[in-house]
C-alpha cells in the first residue's frame, strides 16, 4: 500500500476515509489510462452525466452554479468586526490567512464556525456579485 499512496498522492488530492486496496489500485488504474490515452471527451462526459441524473431516485433542488474567478482575484469580506479577504489560486483554490481550501463554502465555515453558503456568505446571491 505504500508504494500505491506515492502514486495515489500524484493524482488525488486527498486520500479515502475507508483505503480499500482494491478501490485504490481501480482509481490509479483509471488515472494512469487516462493519462495515456486521454479522458472522457466533454460530450461523453455530459451523455453519462444525463443518463445518470435521469435514472437517479435522488432529486436535486437546483443544480449548483459555476463561479470561475481569474486567480489572484480577492474576495473580501467583513465579518465579527474584522476583514477577511480570501485570493484565489492559480489552480482554482481558495487561500485564506495561509491556508488552502477547495470551496468558498469550506471558507465560510472556517471563519464563521457554521456551516455557511460561501458564494452567498461573499456576496454571491441570486443577483450576482454585491
Known amino acids: 500500500m505504500a508504494e500505491l499512496w506515492v502514486i ?11 483505503p480499500n486496496r482494491t478501490h485504490v489500485e481501480s482509481r490509479i488504474a483509471y488515472k494512469l489510462q487516462e493519462e495515456a490515452f486521454g479522458g472522457l471527451a466533454p460530450a ?16 436535486l433542488r437546483a443544480r449548483p452554479r459555476e463561479f470561475n474567478f481569474a486567480p489572484g482575484t480577492a474576495l473580501l469580506r467583513e465579518w465579527g468586526e474584522r476583514e477577511h479577504k480570501v485570493t484565489v489560486t ?10 488552502t481550501f477547495k470551496s468558498l463554502t469550506a471558507v465560510a465555515r472556517h471563519i464563521t464556525g457554521q456551516h455557511w453558503s460561501g458564494p452567498l456568505f461573499f456576496g454571491f446571491g441570486k443577483g450576482g456579485a454585491r
Do not use: V
Not at 461523453?44 to 432529486?59: C, F, M, P
Open 44 to 59: 461523453t462526459r455530459q451523455r453519462l452525466e444525463a443518463i445518470g441524473a435521469k435514472h437517479s431516485k435522488i432529486k
Open 8 to 18: 495515489w498522492d500524484r493524482y488525488f488530492k486527498r486520500r479515502p476515509e475507508h
Open 90 to 99: 492559480a489552480e482554482g483554490l481558495f487561500e485564506y490567512e495561509g491556508h
